[in-house]
T-cell receptor, first 112, second 114 residues
């Protein structure tokens, strides 16, 4: 089993819909969880981060971590065509400050 | 504030040629990383450095070498390029310490080996 699993998509949704992006992981030591957004032909940019379990909200974005299920989610409300990108989840354990493990990314298309 | 700058942005190499990719960051970050990104494979760590003068192997280090002679620069070398090294290469950096979550990425170098 891979450490981090992420459905590659593509995921196509109409503008204004709520988008749900998810990752599962196997390493119970992961404590820090991140979401990156990557536009075509650009580098990834940090979008959201959370520590341990719980929710975090930032504007239209909500990150959710369920450590008991080893499952993290990113919700996008009122989706816009400008949200069309690849979304990568990432995580690292408390005792490994040096490396972050990335999911392979989900391609998201918001249809006008 | 430039962040992480990668040069060159594009390059075409012939098989067997060598080249060096340069990554420069102006944020005084301790940690620096080189990733390659291929379709269906995601980001794969090649080499990384946790401080000036230190380097370590990542997931796919074969065929690459790195050097971190100055804190702000991290060089990735291909001694004898192969078509399998055709990829998009990303450099990233971050501060040390558990309170700092994410990387800052550069905009990438698109390398084609023919």
């Amino acid at each position: 089993q891979k450490e981090v699993e992420q459905d590659p998509g593509p995921l196509s949704v109409p503008e204004g819909a709520i988008v749900s992006l998810n990752c599962t992981y196997s390493n119970s030591a992961f404590q820090y969880f991140m979401w990156y957004r990557q536009y075509s032909r650009k580098g990834p940019e940090l979008l959201m981060y959370t520590y341990s379990s719980g929710n975090k909200e930032d504007g239209r974005f909500t990150a959710q971590v369920d450590k008991s299920s080893k499952y993290i989610s990113l919700f996008i409300r009122d989706s816009q065509p400008s949200d069309s990108a690849t979304y990568l989840c990432a995580m690292r354990p408390m005792n490994r400050d040096d490396k972050i493990i990335f999911g392979k990314g989900t391609r998201l298309h918001i249809l006008p | 504030n430039a962040g992480v700058t990668q040069t060159p942005k594009f390059r075409v190499l012939k098989t067997g040629q060598s080249m060096t990719l340069l990554c420069a960051q102006d944020m005084n970050h301790e940690y620096m990383y080189w990733y390659r990104q291929d379709p269906g494979m995601g980001l794969r760590l090649i080499h990384y450095s946790v401080g000036e003068g230190t380097t370590a192997k990542g997931e796919v280090p074969d065929g690459y070498n790195v050097s971190r002679l100055k804190k702000q620069n991290f060089l990735l070398g291909l001694e004898s390029a192969a078509p399998s090294q055709t990829s998009v290469y990303f450099c990233a950096s971050r501060e040390a310490g558990t309170a700092n979550y994410g990387y800052t990425f550069g905009s990438g170098t698109r390398l084609t080996v023919v």
